[in-house]
């Protein structure tokens, strides 16, 4: 039988997603040890730098009684050029799962055409499905269901905005994109969406009475040649305390971190009272923990 992955939120229904949602929230107040991956072995492969996917993965394989092993280009094969279908093959006869963090989308979806085992994507250039489900578990948390409510993405149509968009699909959103001209997320994307997404050149426009006010790094990794050019293109998306102003009063502010304060995000508006950033990083924990469970227990 094919191993169920997760490569981008589309692997899942609309039921499946809130789902998830809900079991994070269970498993975050569970008190007693619950230890259903127990000897399960998670691979996890990082082509680019992480803190919080690493740990949450990796500290959510050990409460559940397992164990994560963190592999890099530096030190495997792969960073030798070893064929990603090869390294796909060899990896899952030995691990029970397997994250990866890739430049590429490719690559996630050729390694999970060979592997034996579920793969996860845990970012790619175009997707990041594990980060829309912390930030809908922290939405779910802090106001309810997300169902007909409008969220505001501020900057750059990357791999964040992107996955917002899956997310507005499946989940049944407004989302209203303001990004300068040249970094517009893909437009089948948005096709796909439908009238769910806007796009839109105008920050304030985007915010005006917005439920929740999201942004990400200017320049993502990779893109680290570019930032000069891109801190000029993004002169006016920074969310500031006078953009917060226009979004709904009680409207919560999001970031997939790491911030850059004073670039795309104020750091009176990242520290201040509409900000979950830090309930949003805790809550991959938990929500990595329902998708291992989703993946690796019930499969
Ligand atoms: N938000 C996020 O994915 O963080 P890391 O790059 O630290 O994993
Ligand atoms: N867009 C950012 C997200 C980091 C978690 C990047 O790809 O670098």
Not at 134 to 151: K, L, S, W
Not at 190 to 205: F, H, I, K, M, Q
Not at 279 to 284: C, L, P, Q
């Amino acid at each position: 039988m094919k191993p169920r992955h997760l490569i981008t939120l589309l692997d899942l229904s609309n039921d499946e997603f809130r789902a998830l949602i809900r079991r994070a929230i269970e498993l975050k107040h569970l008190k007693s040890p619950y230890e259903p991956l127990k000897n399960k072995v998670l691979g996890m492969m990082f082509e680019k730098s992480s803190t919080r996917t690493r740990l949450s993965f990796e500290v959510g394989m050990v409460q559940f009684g397992g164990a994560a092993i963190f592999l890099s280009p530096r030190d495997t094969q792969l960073g030798r050029g070893e064929p990603i279908e090869d390294s796909a093959r060899v990896v899952s006869r030995m691990v029970d799962g397997v994250m990866l963090r890739t430049h590429s989308h490719k690559a996630v979806e050729t390694f999970a055409a060979y592997s034996r085992v579920p793969v996860i994507n845990g970012l790619t250039d175009r997707f990041h499905p594990c980060q829309l489900l912390a930030d809908m578990q922290t939405y779910f948390e802090h106001r309810g269901d997300i169902v007909g409510r409008t969220v505001a993405w501020v900057g750059d149509g990357n791999n964040m905005c992107q996955t917002y968009i899956h997310a507005a699909g499946l989940l049944d959103f407004e989302l209203r994109i303001a990004c300068p001209a040249g970094y517009e997320p893909e437009s089948a994307l948005v096709d796909w969406a439908g009238g769910r997404v806007e796009l839109l050149r105008n920050p304030s426009e985007a915010v005006r009475g917005a439920d929740l006010v999201v942004t990400d790094v200017w320049a993502s990794m990779g893109q680290e040649s570019e930032q000069t050019e891109r801190n000029k293109a993004f002169q006016g998306y920074q969310v500031d305390a006078s953009l917060m102003k226009l979004a709904a009063p009680d409207a919560l502010f999001m970031h997939c971190l790491p911030a850059h304060r004073g670039e795309e995000v104020s750091a009176e508006v990242l520290e201040g009272p509409q900000s979950v950033v830090w309930d949003e990083a805790e809550n991959r924990l938990h929500s990595q923990k329902a998708l291992l469970e989703l993946l690796l227990v019930t499969n």
